[in-house]
């Protein structure tokens, strides 16, 4: 509503303020939601072909005001399209959107832009980190050169145009860096801004890029401020394509900044300064950025008596940031001194607080590495598999993971030990160790852990996930009863549910599809899960879920699957008649075309039994016919529609005159054949002038 409204340069002020401060309280992520209001700001700001400059100007007059604010939201994610290098504008025409991409004149825009990096110069010199780095990276939006949107095809002279302005942006950063005293935070956005110049621009930029980095301050705490963001070493691996010679390059960087730490300072002081960074850093960046976890790691291997104060100092809440590298520190001290280690986390959990269980059920989980599992600890990790926090739960799988293949036995008591029927994610993680990349055997669990395994399956929500469709096409080939009897059970709860919920008794879709068929007990279940569905036909849940679990079992409508069905309609019996109905209603859209006799001896046998038979059968075939989900183009007919009708005419020729299924055959044509005049007729002009 308010995006029209500032299409006048009287009411754009007035919209663009007001933009502003709901864009500053809006939380949501801008990439779902197009109608956020920083995303219409956004939109404002950019270059198009039929917007005139002054009107980008005006948005920079507005916006250039904002910078009093201390919202966490910064101005220069309004600012940033102006440094654009290239653009699209977008249109519509009938059904057809179109993107148009196209150069910027450099002659046109560079005051404005040199406007707003004048303006991101200023704010780099600001105290405030936060202001101070979202200013660097707006520079670094200024220095990106066009890549050619929607296959545009960029020019090595439309790229040459930008080049004295990057240099002049590069020279310009170098000096700033050099004169201004800069936090560690603000020199690592610089590192930032400046490393793909430094990696893989022309010369132009690539060596004044390179000379501004070798000229960085690199005291301690820029070291630190350094690793604390780029721990994994990101930042060297774009200039070091060699992964071992990268890789060498981070282990020499923080052990030389670990050194340094340690050097002349006790476990307090080491405490504080990472405390500090770690906080400054998130201010600067945003509370999930940074990497402390390699920095932590290494300290306290070098020296193992700081981990016990880290504890001691959360504990007290003198180091609360630094909460979370407490599982790193716990499992690195664990490789030094396991005994301390595990006394260091029996403190933690008799403060029955979530974030000590959670941070020392990550240490014993996916911070241990190989390390062997003590007796003691393995009793925790049992008990962690029924903590309600899910992250809590994750460490026992994460642990059998790691020991499935040396030591099955202690893999199956943990997996055992896991409640994860409110959690399709744990399930998916529980189940992956059965898989070929873990490599745990179904059979290293007792009967007693597989009923349990069992008994949660049925209940859990959803049994879509990767690994658990796996697991069960995997066992369908070897215990075919098993898994049909498990998902017989989950049908039938379903059926128990007074509200179904989030409960999916059948998964949406088999990502593993079930290999009964490689059993030779094929055929027995698929005429067992027949008269199953047939013993409750009054339930929707058997019908529809129970055909589907029929049609995963059965893979596909082969003679094998006919046999069945002919014997439960020759019955004459109704209930046989409406399960095999809710089986053909799952066919291949085709299959009334493919099986017509097996159709035309279905109407002849339920013509037989009554009026409610035939219309029982001719609603499942009819229903399995036109599912499914249908594309083309507007204005012409769907090519399902023709293939039906053209289908069943031939078909209907083949019937015997006057017959059940000759006027089925010729009900679906002429049911095909409106469809298409619909979409014929749907697509006259209506007289609209837009």
């Known amino acids: 509503m308010l995006k029209p409204a500032a299409y006048t340069f009287e009411t754009l002020p007035t919209v663009l303020e007001l933009l502003w401060e709901l864009a500053k309280n809006d939380e949501r992520n801008t990439n779902q939601h197009p109608e956020h209001p920083l995303r219409v700001l956004v939109d404002l700001a950019g270059f198009e072909l039929t917007k005139p400059v002054n009107y980008n100007e005006a948005v920079f007059e507005v916006a250039s005001q904002w910078f009093h604010d201390t919202n966490d939201l910064s101005p220069f994610e309004v600012l940033k399209p102006l440094l654009a290098t290239e653009s699209s504008s977008q249109s519509y025409q009938g059904y057809t959107l179109s993107f148009q991409p196209f150069a910027l004149n450099t002659g046109v ?21 936060r202001r101070a780095v979202a200013a660097i990276e707006c520079l670094e939006a200024a220095m990106r ?37 800069l936090d560690p935070a603000v020199l690592v956005a610089v590192r930032k801004a400046l490393s793909w110049h430094a990696s893989y621009g022309p010369a132009a930029t690539k060596e004044p890029a390179r000379e501004v980095l070798r000229q960085l301050r690199d005291e301690l705490a820029d070291k630190i401020a350094l690793i604390i963001h780029d721990g994994w070493g990101r930042l060297i691996f774009d200039r070091e394509r060699d992964y071992e010679k990268a890789q060498a390059q981070v282990q020499a960087r923080l052990k030389r900044a670990v050194d340094q730490l340690i050097e002349n300072t006790d476990d307090a002081e080491v405490i504080t300064l990472l405390e500090e960074r770690l906080q400054v850093e998130r201010a600067a960046f945003g509370g999930d950025k940074g990497n402390p976890g390699p920095l932590v790691g290494e300290v306290v291997k070098s020296r193992p008596s700081l981990a016990g104060h880290l504890v001691d100092a959360i504990v007290a809440g003198v180091a609360s940031a630094l909460t979370s590298v407490l599982p790193v520190a716990l499992a690195v001290f664990a490789e030094q001194d396991d005994k301390a280690a595990f006394a260091r986390a029996r403190e933690l959990l008799d403060l029955n607080e979530p974030w000590a269980t959670r941070a020392v059920a990550q240490a014993w989980g996916w911070n241990r590495g190989r390390r062997p599992v003590l007796p003691k600890e393995l009793d925790i990790l049992v008990q962690f598999g029924a903590d309600e926090n899910i992250a809590v739960r994750q460490a026992p799988i994460t642990v059998a993971q790691r020991f499935a293949e040396v030591d099955p036995g202690l893999a199956a008591r943990l997996l055992a030990a896991v409640t994860f029927s409110d959690s399709p994610h744990l399930a998916d993680e529980l189940f ?3 898989g070929r990349h873990v490599g745990l055997a179904w059979d290293a669990l007792d009967s007693t852990q597989q009923q349990s395994i069992q008994d949660q399956l049925i209940l859990l929500d959803d049994i879509g996930q990767y690994s658990i469709t796996g697991f069960l096409a995997d066992r369908s080939a070897i215990d075919p009863e098993w898994v049909i009897a498990m998902l017989q059970m989950r049908v039938e709860v379903g059926e128990q549910l007074e509200s179904r919920g989030d409960y ?22 698929l005429r067992t899960l027949q008269l199953w569905i047939a013993t409750k036909t009054d339930s929707w849940n058997r019908t529809e879920h129970g055909a589907e679990l029929f049609k995963e079992v059965a893979q596909q409508y082969d003679s094998s699957v006919l046999a069945v069905l002919e014997g439960a309609i020759n019955t004459g019996d109704m209930a046989q008649i409406e399960s095999a109905a809710a089986i053909l209603g799952k ?45 083309g183009t507007p204005g012409q007919p769907f090519a399902e529609d ?10 209907a020729a083949a019937m015997p005159k006057g017959s059940a299924s000759e006027r089925f055959y010729l009900d679906m ?9 619909s979409s014929i007729e749907d697509d006259e002009d209506d007289g609209r002038a837009w």
């Not at 560079?110 to 980190?129: S, Y």
């Open 504 to 525: 999916r008794a059948m998964p949406f879709s088999f990502d593993n599809h079930l290999r009964v068929r490689e059993h030779p007990d094929f055929e027995p279940w």
């Open 145 to 181: 050169y066009p890549s050619g949107m929607f296959g545009r095809e960029v020019t090595k002279d439309e790229r040459d145009r930008w080049t004295p302005s990057f240099v002049d942006t590069i020279n310009r950063l170098g000096a700033v860096t050099t004169t201004v005293d």
């Open 109 to 129: 825009v560079m005051p404005l832009r040199e406007r707003v990096v004048a303006l991101a110069f200023q704010e780099v010199q600001q105290p405030d980190v």
């Open 669 to 677: 044509a002429a049911s095909a054949q409106r469809s298409i005049e």
């Open 642 to 651: 023709i293939e039906q009708r053209d289908s069943s005419l031939r078909v």
């Open 432 to 434: 992956a160790c059965f």
């Open 587 to 631: 066919a291949p859209r085709t299959f009334i075309w493919q099986h017509h006799e097996f159709v035309d001896r279905s109407f002849r046998a339920t013509e037989k039994v009554s009026e409610e038979a035939q219309q029982t059968l001719r609603s499942a075939l009819w229903g399995a016919t036109i599912s499914g989900v249908r594309s």
